[in-house]
């Protein structure tokens, strides 16, 4: 992996946690909103602290959309799980939330995940990197690493994919 894709997995999980924590701030500053109140929810986003948990989170969900166009979703979300680390720590010492034992404990057993994910693959390799082929097209090409491509037939196959 090259070092602008460990610095969109970075920006991932720093975009996540600093945007979740703003927000938060920012709603217990307002108080509580319901949605049924539409001047309710506009005053919340007015509010400096919503505005910037959103623009935050606005970004995660652009660096998040880069991860998944070159990874896999089951690499991506767990290579960015140090943010329930990090949002635990911005909580506990910034917000000055209690976080239990059992929540860290839970922090901990999810992050420890990470190990397993990372070493393998980022990308499930489908041919020759092209997208997928239509389920409705009647042929596909299959190919194998180091080899010439075979041609499919779904009468061939029994009609499965």
Not at 91 to 114: C, D, K, P, Q
Request: net charge negative; no cysteine; proline share 4%.
């Amino acid at each position: 992996m090259t070092f602008r894709k460990y610095l969109v997995l970075a920006g991932i999980t720093v975009f996540a946690a600093a945007g979740d924590s703003m927000l938060s701030h920012g709603m217990k500053q307002t108080g509580h909103i319901s949605i049924h109140h539409l001047q309710g929810v506009i005053l919340a986003i007015l509010n400096p602290w919503v505005a910037l948990g959103i623009v935050l989170l606005l970004a995660f969900f652009a660096a998040y959309m880069s991860a998944l166009s070159w990874a896999d979703l089951t690499y991506v979300l767990p290579a960015t799980s140090l943010g329930y680390v990090l949002l635990a720590m911005v909580a506990r010492f910034a917000l000055h939330e209690h976080v239990s034992l059992l929540r860290w404990l839970g922090i901990v057993l999810i992050s420890s995940g990470v190990g397993f994910v990372a070493g393998g693959p980022a990308l499930t390799l489908h041919g020759q990197h092209e997208p997928l082929v239509p389920a409705e097209l009647p042929d596909e090409v299959l190919v194998a690493e180091d080899e010439e491509p075979v041609v499919a037939s779904a009468a061939s196959s029994g009609g499965q994919r």
